[in-house]
């Protein structure tokens, strides 16, 4: 049986929104986009670079896949870029169809996710809206803390739902990025 862990970028005070690019997701007037970018290349090659990390396919929402697949096919030069081109894709959406752009992306419903991960490892990266609505079914979490207050955003998780977490890991990155591995406390 595999596990579901999530990847995400947060600011001290819970942003998940825009970490990478400006552009990325403006909606609700947001205006930080890229705020992660100074900190990253440390902190996500520690994460991404992690040696005893299991092989994992992707899982994620759709409007996540869609900026993703719009992006990353077309970073040639990015050591990321050929290991996402390559690695299996599962998209959770009940609006695309099949065939999806990006290879080896396939879409698959929120009620198909028990079987994924009963055969495999899935990692989440972004997907904010995937996240909360399987947020019971997440077996770890690596977040990768910045040191950084927007104090506005879209945050990854609902200040209304309680859930405790236990923190099974933690490294503090040069850029002072903390990523602390923690895991649904049972």
């Not at 900026?67 to 970073?75: G, I, N, R, T």
């Not at 904010?128 to 399987?134: E, H, N, V």
């Not at 990768?144 to 207050?149: A, E, G, K, T």
Request: hydrophobic residues 40%; aromatic residues 6%; negative net charge.
């Amino acid at each position: 049986m595999g596990k579901i862990v999530v990847v995400c970028n947060l600011t001290l005070d819970g942003v998940m929104q825009a970490p990478g690019r400006p552009d990325e997701d403006t909606r609700g007037g947001f205006e930080y986009g890229g705020w992660a970018v100074p900190y990253s290349h440390d902190a996500m090659g520690r994460v991404m670079g992690d040696p005893g990390a299991e092989p994992a396919a992707l899982l994620l929402g759709r409007r996540t896949y869609e900026d993703f697949a719009d992006f990353w096919p077309k970073q040639e030069d990015n050591p990321y870029t050929e290991a996402l081109n390559r690695q299996q894709k599962y998209v959770v959406s009940n609006t695309l169809a099949e065939p999806l752009p990006w290879a080896n992306s396939t879409v698959v419903k929120a009620a198909d996710i028990p079987a994924l991960e009963e055969a495999q490892n899935l990692i989440i990266l972004g997907s904010g809206a995937l996240i909360s609505s399987i947020q019971g079914q997440i077996d770890e979490y690596k977040l990768l803390i910045h040191p950084l207050v927007l104090g506005t955003g879209k945050r990854l998780f609902d200040p209304a739902a309680r859930q405790d977490l236990e923190l099974t890991d933690s490294v503090t990155t040069t850029t002072g990025v903390i990523i602390a591995t923690c895991r649904p406390a049972r």
